[in-house]
């Protein structure tokens, strides 16, 4: 039990769905990151909420589209998305102190695989 | 910039091997935190341990060991008596004032084999 929830576990979608990743925390942090983690590549800040309120998007292209409806729950909503979107993705949730981390927890994360 | 380098991309020991990782960071902040996590096969990213930039007391935590050395920023990570379930990427991490997100190495890759 880590404390971060992330579904689905895999995916597989065409180019032209339309899916959505889940991640819900229950530790009461106040923040909740997406991370995309690609084979030989390292780990890359998609988007950062915090207190609900996008702080940072790391020039993420239009067809991934975050949602955090709330401090516990963050969404990534994909649409359109090509081969090399294909990667694991990890959620986070951390509790910020000012803009420190004091702590950070990931999900299992999605493994997508775009065909 | 990186500001956290992880220099060894791969490491392979036989098992009941001591294995050091090592971490060197860079940040102008005076207040900062440092993570250790373990990310096997599986995917999940297991936190390790925190330290913050005014604890500099070395930690052991059954065979595993934090060095953290402010003067030469390195915050480095021995595994003694290596098993094969130590088997999996490793990665350093840092949390600043300055941002929001924690800055990643690049992850070792540990391989023991029996």
């Known amino acids: ?115 | 910039a990186q500001k956290v380098t992880q220099a060894q991309t791969e490491i392979s020991v036989v098992e009941k091997e001591d294995v050091t990782l090592d971490c060197v960071y860079e940040t102008r902040d005076t207040t900062y935190y440092l993570f250790w996590y373990k990310q096997p096969p599986s995917g999940e990213l297991v936190f390790l341990i925190r330290r913050n930039s005014f604890d500099e007391q070395n930690e052991i935590s059954g065979r595993y060991s934090w060095n953290f050395q402010k003067s030469t920023s390195s915050f480095n990570f021995t595994i003694t008596a290596s098993q094969v379930v130590d088997s999996a990427v490793y990665f350093c991490a840092l949390s600043e004032n300055s941002g929001y997100a924690l800055n990643f190495g690049k992850g070792t890759s540990l391989l023991v084999t029996p």
């Open chain 1, 1 to 115: 039990e880590t404390g971060v929830t992330q579904t689905p576990r895999h995916l597989v979608m065409g180019m032209t769905n339309k899916k959505s990743l889940k991640c819900e925390q229950h530790l009461g942090h106040n923040a909740m990151y997406w991370y995309k983690q690609s084979a030989k590549k390292p780990l890359e800040l998609m988007f950062v909420y915090n207190f609900k309120e996008q702080t940072e998007n790391n020039s993420v292209p239009s067809r991934f589209s975050p949602e955090c409806p709330n401090s516990s729950h963050l969404f990534l909503h994909l649409h359109t998305l090509q081969p090399e979107d294909s990667a694991l993705y990890l959620c986070a949730s951390s509790h910020l102190r000012g803009n420190l981390n004091t702590e950070a927890f990931f999900g299992q994360g999605t493994r997508l695989t775009v065909v």
